[in-house]
């Protein structure tokens, strides 16, 4: 933390201040209500902004596994941003960090380390945000020296504050709950991938880490619960693939889909998927259903 300036350093704790505001902020659809127009803002605001989480700020910003021009990274960004899930270069830091420690006790939200159990699925699905871990070793060269994302990181909170602001604009206090509501909710959506799909599904492929293929956390997360496929292949722009017997199987993959819209609206370019060979070779013989319990 003491390598950020202090600007910065306040910045950085606007996010989860902002998270537990949206938390106690759901609290209000108790007086409210929700009508069918407020449920279905929640649905839209939940999964416009986790595509863009899973198709930007991941895939594409801090894997590289396709290529797509600066207007679509930095749109993308802004509206990831909205989410309340921080910036796009501490971000792609905090994930380059997990990949790099995975499993290990640098892993800066693993459910295995520093604690397991119930104790290390909390730390894993949103603890450790309120701890010193929140801050990353340091920020991504590239990504600090695009002003844009620069910018944009440093000021993360303020599409989350502009939505919540059109929210309110719309239907007053019931779409400012509902807005709310798809903000916690989304949190919480990210987070199963750091929680149960380390704990929880299968292992296709072999990988030295516990990550697993988990189909509710792909539905959830519009495929990033493929989560052993891409420990197995992080730069893969697919995540929805896995192994069943001598065979490649294809798996519901909705980022994957919208990267592959991209592509033919010449957005996307130059995406990155490994072939059935290097797929095969890696598959897992002693492909094992994982029942690892919370206690």
């Known amino acids: ?163 919540g602001g059109i929210s309110y604009s719309i239907g007053g206090l019931e779409y400012l709950a509902a807005f709310f509501v798809s903000t916690t909710l989304l949190f919480h959506g990210v987070q199963t991938v750091n929680s149960f799909s380390h704990l929880f599904g299968k292992q296709p492929f072999i990988t030295t880490d516990y990550s697993q293929n988990n189909t509710l956390v792909a539905f959830l997360t519009l495929g990033e619960g493929w989560h052993n496929c891409h420990h197995a292949f992080p730069a893969s722009s697919r995540h929805g693939i896995t192994i069943e017997g001598d065979k490649v199987v294809y798996l519901p993959d909705v980022t994957f889909r919208f990267i592959k819209l991209l592509e033919a609206l010449k957005l996307a370019s130059k995406l990155k998927i490994p072939n059935e060979r290097t797929l095969l070779a890696r598959g897992n013989t002693n492909l094992e259903t994982s029942n690892q319990n919370i206690s």
């Open 1 to 163: 933390m003491n390598q950020f300036p202090l600007l910065v350093i306040l910045s950085y704790l606007i996010g989860p201040t902002f998270i537990i505001i949206s938390h106690l902020g759901s609290l209000l659809l108790l007086l409210t209500g929700l009508s069918w127009g407020a449920m279905i803002w929640i649905i839209l605001l939940y999964w416009l902004r986790m595509l863009s989480i899973t198709s930007i700020y991941h895939r594409l910003l801090t894997h590289k596994s396709y290529q797509a021009p600066k207007i679509i990274l930095w749109i993308g960004c802004i509206i990831a941003a909205s989410a309340g899930q921080m910036g796009p270069n501490w971000w792609k830091a905090h994930h380059l960090v997990h990949h790099k420690y995975v499993e290990q006790d640098d892993d800066p939200h693993s459910p295995l380390t520093p604690v397991q159990g119930i104790k290390g699925f909390l730390w894993s699905q949103g603890g450790w945000l309120l701890s010193a871990r929140f801050f990353p070793e340091k920020l991504p060269v590239d990504a600090e020296n695009d002003p844009v994302l620069k910018l944009i990181d440093r000021l993360h909170f303020l599409p989350l504050v502009a939505l």
